[in-house]
């Protein structure tokens, strides 16, 4: 079993950064692709970036650019850097690991591959 907190959520004005943070706990995460989703008032979850156990990285078009996901296995720890935030950014920001150890076959955008998350962080971006 596997448990992810975030932290590093926040208040921030249009064009700032913020950079999440994901602590695994129970079990080692190198072997397993790490997700970032967002979900918004309203709206259905979205994937937003993820990264696989040979550091292959994906990322949604609308934060290609901007946001840059890392992993530090040492750390067990999975980063988000996020700049030039947009209001549109503003959402509660969840943290995923799939299940599968050392899988390469999807780009890893549906929460459905996913059997981990956690309790999720806010962003608030103003404008």
């Excluded at 079990?27 to 008032?41: K, L």
């Amino acid at each position: 079993q596997v448990q992810l907190v975030e932290s590093g959520g926040g208040l921030v004005q249009a064009g700032g950064s913020l950079r999440l943070s994901c602590v695994a706990s129970g079990r080692t995460i190198s072997s397993n692709a790490m997700g970032w989703f967002r979900q918004a008032p309203g709206k259905e979850r979205e994937f937003v970036t993820a990264i696989n156990w040979s550091l292959k990285t994906y990322y949604a078009d609308s934060v290609k650019g901007r946001f840059t996901i890392s992993r530090d296995n040492a750390k067990n720890t999975v980063y988000l850097q996020m700049n030039t935030l947009k209001p549109e950014d503003t959402a509660v920001y969840y943290c995923a690991a799939d299940g599968r150890p050392y899988y390469s076959g999807s780009a890893y955008n549906s929460p459905s591959e996913y059997n981990y998350w956690g309790q999720g962080t806010q962003v608030t971006v103003s404008s």
